[in-house]
């Protein structure tokens, strides 16, 4: 299976305040648009720092402290972030990670190169999500 086929068929599950919301590739979600009306927002990118290059799944703690300094870079961005958490079809190569409301696209892509990440997921108001690969 390719890399972008793998992240297409991830299973990606935002902590949104209304509860869980999953978020596919290609679809638009009304709990989104709600989300990003009431931040005043039109985008969010769902990015993570957990096993940069998608070569090997690292240690849980390894994936924690690096998502740590990628909430760290999200808040200095004053950028609102929610949990948002992924998973192959079968809850293989488990990830946490944010989704991070407001960010433009060049900041999704500074971040997501920044922590060695292959693609990543990016949401306009009104429209389906879309993956972006690095």
């Not at 290059?53 to 240690?59: K, N, P, T, V, Y």
Request: hydrophobic share 45%.
């Amino acid at each position: 299976m390719s890399l972008e086929r793998a992240y297409r068929d991830a299973r990606y599950v935002a902590a949104l305040p209304e509860g869980e919301e999953v978020l596919a590739v290609g679809q638009a979600s009304g709990a989104l648009d709600r989300l990003l009306a009431t931040h005043g927002v039109a985008t969010a990118a769902r990015l993570t720092a957990a096993n940069p290059g998608s070569g090997r799944e690292l240690a849980a703690a390894v994936n924690a402290a690096a998502n740590e300094k990628l909430a760290a870079d999200l808040d200095r961005l004053g950028d609102a972030r929610l949990p948002c958490r992924s998973a192959g079809p079968a809850g293989e190569w488990p990830e946490e990670g944010f989704l991070a409301l407001g960010l433009n696209r060049a900041e999704a892509d500074r971040l997501a190169r920044r922590y060695g990440q292959k693609g990543y997921l990016w949401i306009e108001a009104g429209r389906p999500v879309v993956l972006v690969m690095m």
